[in-house]
């Protein structure tokens, strides 16, 4: 059965991905390919805002399935949720410029100071998004929070009882 962190864990990766292919093909696109990268990476910009839309929708019920485990601290996770609803908005503008830009120059090559708009927006995005993940990372990997300590990660994940060794057979 699935909890709301289950599907929060499960389409909260796909935006920050999205985003940064979407930069790497808009910058390729001076290389190669100008047309067909500029607009499969204004396809992968509507579809990183639309996962943005999954993964801000999912985010209250994993914050409700989580809240009360040890170590989780809510401080960390509003961090997370005030980081996370700014790189939604930033992804749903983005992703609309990517639609305008589909719609307008669906005919001819996509304007080089538009995409030169969209490479700086992307790359923006791309930032946004990697740093709402790290903080999300933060809410149960102590690894990645600044000043934890060994007992953080103990809250975390209790130390397993390891079963005894086998002796091996003579």
Not at 154 to 162: D, G, H, M, N, V
Request: glycine letters at 8%.
């Amino acid at each position: 059965m699935f909890s709301g962190a289950h599907l929060h864990l499960l389409v909260n990766h796909a935006p920050i991905f999205g985003a940064v292919f979407a930069t790497a093909l808009l910058i390729l696109s001076y290389f190669a390919a100008p047309t067909i990268m500029r607009r499969m990476a204004f396809v992968i910009l509507i579809v990183t805002a639309i996962a943005a839309v999954f993964a801000d929708k999912t985010g209250e019920p994993a914050e409700d399935a989580i809240r009360r485990y040890p170590g989780v601290q809510r401080s960390i996770i509003h961090e997370h949720e005030e980081m996370g609803e700014k790189a939604y908005y930033i992804a749903i503008v983005v992703g609309l410029a990517a639609i305008f830009a589909l719609y307008k120059w669906r005919n001819r090559p996509v304007s080089g100071g538009f995409n030169v708009l969209m490479v700086l927006a992307s790359a923006f995005l791309s930032g946004a998004m990697i740093y709402t993940g790290l903080l999300g990372g933060r809410v149960r990997h102590t690894e990645v929070r600044p000043g934890a300590v060994d007992a953080d990660a103990l809250k975390i994940e209790p130390p397993r009882q390891r079963p005894p060794a086998a002796r091996p057979q003579p």
